[in-house]
């Protein structure tokens, strides 16, 4: 037998020496619930662990993460009132806004990403503006996630994430942003992103399920890979700093595909219901906790992942930091 791979895995030391990759924890994004009513604040039943904040807990937050290592985290806004138009996402001083704003102030290395959507927003629950036929208006909605997003860069962001799924939107951002100054905003584009039942957990948390119908006449068919690499292209074309693949688990082939297709940046978001499914095993005894989400998260990287949003983002740089 001339070829032995075991080895190379004798001991600690011969492993580690050898090995391919590594989470790093200023790679990690923790996505962040804030709500505008102080009643709405507290502890997400279907995601342990994770709860809406207050503005106030939120930038507590925000420090404690940064201390950590996590030098970034997604913004998710929950209103205090929802209309058909979104009325309160444009809103400069709505609830975003000023988190934005308070968290540059607090912890101004902090790189804040604000999800720009709308279904948090409006009282169909929909993505976008709804037409007479209970279609989503693509051009419409996207007039408004432009005049959105600029309130978000007035607020000091530093990152704009559209996850609405509208054509055209990367392309319209991009244009108002330069044309206001705000050449260093950056874009990262919710690009690949499928119409996916693990998303549950997040609409209880952002209070954002469909009124009516679902979310497939703009999210992704989740059998389609072709048409994903299609979708990137789009949105690279149009002006994206960085793309993303959502969910994560299921879609580890894509973020690999992306990876050999493309050279910008791919973020991959490890979303609410792939949390949900991991924290209740754990509860239960069926998975080991810490090696599991060890495993879960170089699974990213070795897909070819940069950037990892993830809500284990505190968790792991908290036990990566007790290591040493
Ligand atoms: C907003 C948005 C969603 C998520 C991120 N941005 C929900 C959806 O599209 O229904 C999901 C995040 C998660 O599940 O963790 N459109």
């Known amino acids: 037998m001339n070829s032995r791979p075991r080895r190379l895995r004798r001991t600690p030391v011969v492993r580690a020496m050898i090995r391919e990759h ?17 009643s709405d604040a507290g502890p997400i039943s279907s995601m342990p ?9 939120a930038v507590a937050e925000a420090r404690e993460l940064y201390a950590l290592g996590v030098r970034s985290v997604l913004l998710f806004g929950i209103p205090d009132r929802k209309d058909a138009v979104a ?19 607090a912890v101004p290395q902090m790189y804040v990403i604000a ?59 991009r244009r108002s942003l330069d044309a206001r100054g705000y050449t260093a905003v950056t874009i990262m584009a919710y690009s690949a992103k499928y119409a996916s039942a693990f998303y549950g957990p997040f609409r209880e948390a952002a209070d954002s399920t469909p009124q009516f119908g679902d979310r497939r006449t703009y999210q992704m068919d989740p059998p389609n890979a072709r048409e ?28 690999r595909m992306a990876r050999d297709t493309f050279d910008v940046p791919i973020a991959v978001y490890n979303v ?53």
């Open 228 to 255: 994903a690499m299609r979708e990137i292209s789009l949105d690279i074309e149009e002006g994206a700093d960085v793309v993303m693949v959502k969910p994560a688990l299921p879609y580890l082939d894509i973020v």
């Open 87 to 105: 009325s309160s996402n444009y809103d400069p001083n709505g609830i975003v806004q000023r988190t934005i704003a308070a968290i540059k102030a």
């Open 22 to 38: 590594a989470v790093r924890v200023d790679a990690l994004v923790m996505p962040m619930f804030v709500v505008a009513r102080e």
């Open 115 to 173: 999800d720009l959507c709308n279904c948090e927003y409006t009282d169909h629950g929909h993505c976008g503006i709804v037409d007479e036929h209970g279609d989503v208006d693509n051009d419409k909605t996207v007039d408004l996630l432009v005049r959105t997003a600029l309130t978000y860069a007035q607020a000091g962001v530093d990152v704009i994430a559209p996850s609405d799924m509208m054509d055209g939107r990367v392309e319209a951002l």
């Open 272 to 324: 609410s219901g792939e949390y949900s499914m991991v924290q209740a095993a754990i509860e239960r005894g069926w998975l080991e906790r810490d090696r599991t989400i060890d495993e879960l998260l170089v699974s990213f990287v070795r897909a070819g992942a940069d950037i990892i949003i993830t809500y284990f983002a505190k968790e792991y740089a908290q036990r990566a930091a007790t290591r040493g």
């Open 49 to 57: 662990g994770i709860s809406r904040l207050t503005l106030e807990q």
